[in-house]
Structures are given as C-alpha cells and as structure tokens.
C-alpha cells in the first residue's frame, strides 16, 4: 500500500464525502421529486462516506489485486464502522439519522445485508475504479498546495460539524421539552375530558330518571314531561359550570395552538436542513415529538408554497 501523508488522507477524505453526498442527494431528490441536501451536515459532504472510504482503503489497498478479498474486507470494515457510528449518534443525540429496522436482515436497525453487500461492491469500485484517478491527481499536487488546501477545507469542515452538532444538541433539547409539554397537554385533556363526563352524568341521570318513572297513559303526560326535560338541558347548558368547562375548553386550544406557534419558531433554519436532509431519521425515545417537527415543517412549506 502506498504509504499517503496525513494531508492526503484529508484530501481523501474530503472528496469521498463529496461523492458521497453528490450519489446520495441525487437519488433521494430524484425519490422525493424536489432537491433535498442530504446528510448530517449543512455543505456539500456525507462524512459517513469519506469514512467508510478511508475504512476501506486501509483494509484492502494490501490486497487490492484481489477483488473478491477487497470485496469481503470493504463490506466488514464499512459495515463496523456503520454499526459504531449509528449506536454513538443515537446515544449522543437521541436520534437515529439512518434505519434499516424495516429491511430484512438488520442488525439494531444501524446495519443490513442488502448495504452492507452495496458497501462490498462499492470496495470493489473504489479501489478498481475511483481511486486510482483520484490516488493520481492528490499524488501530483506538490506538497505544499496538498498541505494548504487540506488544512483549508479542513478547516471549513470542522466549522460545518460544529454548527452541525450545536444544531443537532438543540433538536435534541426541542424534543425533550416537546415531550414535556405533550405530557402536560395529554394531562389537561385527560381532566378536561372527565369533567366533560361529570357533566354530562348530569344529563343521563336525568334521562335514567325518566325511564325509571311509569308515565300516565296518554300522549300528553310524555309531552309535558319531554318539554321539562328539554327546559332542564337548557338550564344546565347555561350553568356556571358548563360555562367554565367552555371557557377552559376554548383557554386549553388556544394555550395548544400558542404552542404550536413556537415550535415552528423555534425550528431555526440548521434544524429545518437537519430534519429535511435525514428523511429517514428516527427517534425512540420522541418518535411522536419527531414526527410532529416533520408535520410542521410539512405545512410551513405548504403555506410558503401557497403564497403569491
């Protein structure tokens, strides 16, 4: 294997992100019919393809003329790397950026043979194919412009994954105080709707009450009675407690709809790439808060799209 500098490796890195992020952006756009910049971060890189390159390289550049060993050994070695990047994400983050849980074959969700096989045939593509004019074009640069534009878009990288993270930590503290407030919601619901039920106790009763009666014979005794009944309904439909029940009815929706106004504020413009570049990102722990940023989003594009 030739024996790279660290300059290079960085130069390695960096543009198999790029050709990670270009194959991958296309062909989700091209799925959703509209241009999604996929990915973790905000620029035009993957960093789980420029690693998985870099993971490959190391373990099948010593065999490189063999492509059925570069095949097996490409697949182990991207396949780890997905595994411990997803569980260390999802632990950090509480969200899982990719998941396979509905392929057949997975591993935790993290992994799958249908792409840990498509990691196999991409060894073989990179070390035959990819590198060989990308190993010739970095091996030209004279050293200094090598070590100069790496320690550039280096530095540009680290940026982006610090912006990045920061907005990844803040989606993560959304979802824990959205959690929150949904329990709270769900708390007041749950005590509005039992007051409703005492209330409306009120009303069966009353009917129980007539059924338990024999009436006198005759239409006009259950006249009477229904008229008294319809009076009495309408007595309890101006009650102070029914009246208060409204009052808190109409308080709790406009306390849940204020809500909702700043949640959509609150999704600033890294976290709405966030969400918008990982389609496919799930979360266990706030899978219903999770999908309730998606649904906001959704209509904020819909309305955006609606205007003139």
């Not at 808060?289 to 205007?307: A, G, I, N, V």
């Amino acid at each position: 294997m030739y024996d790279y500098t660290l300059p290079q490796w960085v130069l390695f890195f960096l543009f198999y992100c790029f050709c990670g992020w270009c194959i991958e952006s296309s062909f989700v756009s091209w799925r959703k019919k509209r241009w999604i910049n996929r990915g973790f971060l905000n620029g035009p890189v993957i960093p789980i393809y420029g690693s998985g390159a870099v993971v490959i390289l190391l373990a099948t550049l010593p065999v490189r003329s063999h492509p059925v060993a570069v095949f097996f050994l490409g697949m182990a070695a991207a396949t780890v790397l997905e595994y411990v990047t997803g569980a260390v994400m999802e632990a950090t983050l509480r969200v899982r950026y990719w998941d396979y849980s509905d392929k057949r074959f997975n591993l935790h969700g993290y992994v799958c043979l249908n792409t840990s096989l498509a990691w196999g045939a991409l060894s073989v593509v990179l070390v035959e194919w990819l590198h060989r004019p990308a190993e010739r074009l970095v091996l030209s640069l004279p050293e200094t412009v090598t070590r100069v534009t790496a320690a550039v878009l280096s530095a540009i990288f680290l940026a982006d994954l610090a912006v990045s993270l920061r907005a990844a930590l803040d989606l993560r503290k959304l979802l824990e105080q959205l959690q929150t407030v949904s329990a709270q919601a769900r708390e007041e619901a749950r005590l509005l709707q039992k007051r409703m039920e005492v209330v409306s106790a009120f009303r069966r009763a009353d009917l129980a009450d007539f059924l338990a009666r024999k009436l006198p014979d005759g239409g006009e005794a259950l006249n009477r009675y229904m008229e008294s009944l319809s009076q009495a309904a309408e007595r309890l439909e101006q009650s102070e407690a029914v009246q208060r029940l409204r009052a808190d009815l109409d308080d709790w929706r406009a306390r849940r709809e204020a809500g909702r106004e700043r949640l959509r504020s609150r999704l600033s413009w890294e976290k709405r790439r966030l969400l918008r570049g990982n389609p496919t990102a799930r979360s266990g722990r706030y899978g219903e808060q999770l999908r309730l940023l998606r649904q906001r989003l959704e209509e904020s594009r819909q309305e955006r799209r609606k205007r003139p």
